[in-house]
């Protein structure tokens, strides 16, 4: 008998997003439905005002929508209190955003255990596993330097370990190459395509055509609704299951 198939690690249902400003309402996203499983690598593209920042904002549960389910890890966070919404942002999820948010009092052994601090970790797992991170993105040698003393393609990478300091389900990153010069952004999809071989699942917001020879999958949005959902150059890597 064939073995049944994963359950998705994100599944979205009819997710809907309004914004209301006095008398005008804004519909932002207008009931997106997906499901991305385990070791995928996901672009999410469209032209401005389509949703993509929305999106990624629900998916990080930075914002919660107005309607729908969002399934995360198989909870639904899409009517969690702050506090229970924080608590499992923290638990599920890693987040590599374009200017990088490092905290510029921290060294990079700091910035890197950030969200291992939150999460209740002692300081001995705290630098033991800030220290392994670090090495793998190349920083060992950085541990005491603080952001104002690293290149810009530096500051990536340690956001890079911080977002899989707590093991996350999933890595979200928003545009994660757009503010480093082309050698450094070449490096950081390098890295970003180790992470997905080694089965890290990973969510793209961008609009760089690029990244679609990189990922496995490509969804495009456009005016607020799932335009498209189809496979990237690098869908070989993994496959998105159907029930058996």
Not at 59 to 65: E, S, V, Y
């Amino acid at each position: 008998m064939a073995a049944s198939a994963p359950a998705p690690i994100i599944r979205l249902v009819d997710i809907r997003k309004t914004y209301i400003t006095g008398d005008i309402e804004s519909h932002v996203l207008s009931g997106i439905s997906l499901d991305i499983y385990p070791g995928e690598y996901v672009c999410i593209m469209g032209p401005s005002g389509c949703g993509k920042s929305t999106l990624l904002n629900v998916l990080g549960c930075l914002d919660q929508p107005t309607s729908g389910d969002y399934f995360l890890g198989g909870q639904n966070v899409a009517t969690l209190n702050d506090d229970d919404l924080s608590a499992a942002r923290n638990r599920n999820l890693g987040f590599i955003f374009q200017s990088y948010n490092l905290i510029q009092q921290l060294t990079v052994r700091e910035n890197i255990a950030v969200p291992m601090y939150y999460g209740g970790a002692t300081d001995e797992q705290m630098r033991t596993v800030a220290t392994k991170l670090a090495t793998q993105v190349g920083l060992d040698h950085r541990l005491d330097h603080k952001p104002n003393q690293l290149s810009g393609g530096q500051q990536q990478r340690v956001a890079i370990a911080r977002a899989l300091s707590n093991s996350p389900l999933v890595i979200l990153a928003d545009e994660a190459t757009g503010n480093l010069d082309s050698k450094s952004g070449k490096e950081i999809l390098e890295l970003f395509d180790d992470l997905n071989r080694q089965g890290k699942t990973l969510v793209f917001v961008t609009h760089d055509e690029r990244m679609v020879e990189r990922c496995t999958r490509v969804i495009r949005l456009k005016d607020g609704l799932l335009d498209r959902d189809e496979p990237g150059a690098q869908s070989h890597r993994t496959q998105t299951p159907t029930a058996a």
